[in-house]
């Protein structure tokens, strides 16, 4: 079955550290992968996505994401954390065509000062 | 004004009542989802429609129903609520490309 696997519940860093949020995928095909973040109350907003092509992808707010065949891993990284990056942050794939995406569980993201 | 609006923000309700979650989007896209969020389970897919003549089942879709009045217009409907479908509630469209656009989310709860 196809599936999206985020392996950390909660993650915790200081400002002004680097962040790393990992995403494993279980799909036939490598699938098109994205990035949402939710902010307390908000609803969720597209940070990046993989189509094709270079595996290293920009997105907003600073952060990018490299796509790892070998691994089926989608990570998103930040080199410096903000305290406004606190949130909670989606990794989700859709693949063969389905326009039906799927989301892993989700990762909260706490900073400290 | 929000691209995606849901209506609702935050409703509670009791155990037996009939509740209409209403999702309204002047984005013009052709797709639009109902996603149920709780806590450690991410977002799980209740329903989908690609136009306003197609609606599709997703993974948890016992228990609610839908209506796409029109393109803009996707609703979901608790027919008898219970307890256990106290959750965030998201609406969410896409043109078809990969991204989806989502509400800022109602909040059902179900005494």
């Known amino acids: 079955a196809q599936s999206v696997t985020q392996p950390d519940i909660h993650i915790t860093v200081s400002e002004g550290a680097s962040l790393e949020l990992r995403c494993n995928y279980s799909y036939g095909a490598t699938p098109y992968l994205f990035w949402y973040v939710q902010s307390p109350g908000q609803g969720l907003q597209l940070l990046l996505k993989y189509f094709s092509g270079d595996t290293l992808v920009q997105g907003i707010k600073g952060f990018e994401a490299e796509f790892k065949r070998s691994q089926s891993s989608f990570n998103l990284r930040k080199p410096s954390v903000h305290w406004s990056d606190a949130a909670e942050y989606f990794c989700a794939a859709e693949g063969g065509g389905s326009y039906i995406p799927t989301f892993g569980r989700g990762t909260s993201l706490i900073v400290h000062p | ?111």
Not at chain 2, 77 to 102: D, K, M, V
Request: aromatic share 10%.
């Open chain 2, 1 to 111: 004004d929000a691209d995606v609006t849901q209506t609702p923000r935050n409703r509670i309700t009791k155990t037996g009542k009939r509740i209409m979650l209403e999702c309204s989007q002047t984005k013009g896209h052709d797709r639009m989802y109902w996603y149920r969020q709780d806590p450690g389970l991410g977002l799980r897919l209740i329903y989908y429609s690609f136009d306003v003549k197609d609606i599709n089942k997703g993974e948890i879709s016992d228990g609610y129903s839908v209506s796409r009045q029109a393109q803009a217009k996707f609703s979901l409907s608790l027919e008898s609520a219970i307890p256990n479908q106290t959750a965030l509630y998201f609406c969410a469209t896409s043109t078809g490309a990969g991204e989806l656009f989502f509400g800022e989310g109602s909040r059902l709860t179900v005494l």
